[in-house]
Nanobody
Framework: QVQLVESGGGLVQPGGSLRLSCAAT????????MGWYRQAPGKQRELVAT???????NYVDSVKGRFTISRDNAKNTVYLQMNSLRPEDTAVYYCNVDYIVSLTMRNYWGQGTQVTVSS
């Protein structure tokens, strides 16, 4: 069974930076695509960025050029480097992974970490 441990959220001023981390722990599985989603108050959860096991990335238009997703396959960890943060980036950020266990593809969500961009 996989568990996700997220870290790195917090309060930052506009224009600042934060780095989120999400480590997948456990055994008996193989991680496929990893990603970050976010949900602001009163809004639907939206995709922020994803990265495949081969390193192919995808971003929502609003974060292109500001956020960078990366992963360390040896550590089963995905990162989200967020630069030039804006107040509209304020949300709970959730890690999400596709993983294979017993030849079956499954999906799992992290518990979420709060990111607040405010002066």
């Amino acid at each position: 069974q996989v568990q996700l441990v997220e870290s790195g959220g917090g309060l930052v001023q506009p224009g600042g930076s934060l780095r989120l981390s999400c480590a997948a722990t456990g055994s008996g599985f193989s991680i496929s695509t990893m990603g970050w989603y976010r949900q602001a108050p009163g809004k639907q959860r939206e995709l922020v960025a994803t990265i495949t096991s081969g390193g192919r990335t995808n971003y929502v238009d609003s974060v292109k050029g500001r956020f960078t997703i990366s992963r360390d396959n040896a550590k089963n960890t995905v990162y989200l480097q967020m630069n030039s943060l804006r107040p509209e980036d304020t949300a709970v950020y959730y890690c999400n992974v596709d993983y294979i266990v017993s030849l079956t593809m499954r999906n799992y969500w992290g518990q979420g970490t709060q990111v607040t961009v405010s002066s």
